[in-house]
């Protein structure tokens, strides 16, 4: 199979492998999340686990909109 990224236009992101960690805690903390959720139910959320410290800067530096789904949120951190 021939991967068409080549012809796929705009720039690549470059992810550190050190970000999915912190990525797959959002994930695991907001998996039971009724979406779409704003921002302010996602830091409540975030602040009501053992990781907070280390996932509450991220969840507040995301962009203050609804949220479709937890892949919306890992995005918008930046992490993936």
């Not at 999915?20 to 302010?40: E, M, N, R, S, W």
């Amino acid at each position: 199979m021939v991967s068409e990224q080549g012809g796929v236009s705009g720039e690549r992101k470059e992810v550190d492998v050190k970000d999915y960690p912190k990525a797959a805690a959002i994930g695991q903390i907001l998996k039971d999340l009724d979406f779409p959720a704003d921002k302010k139910k996602k830091e409540r959320t975030g602040r009501a686990t053992p990781q907070s410290e280390e996932i509450l800067p991220d969840l507040q530096r995301i962009e203050e909109r609804q949220y479709g789904s937890v892949s919306d949120v890992t995005k918008a951190t930046g992490l993936v």
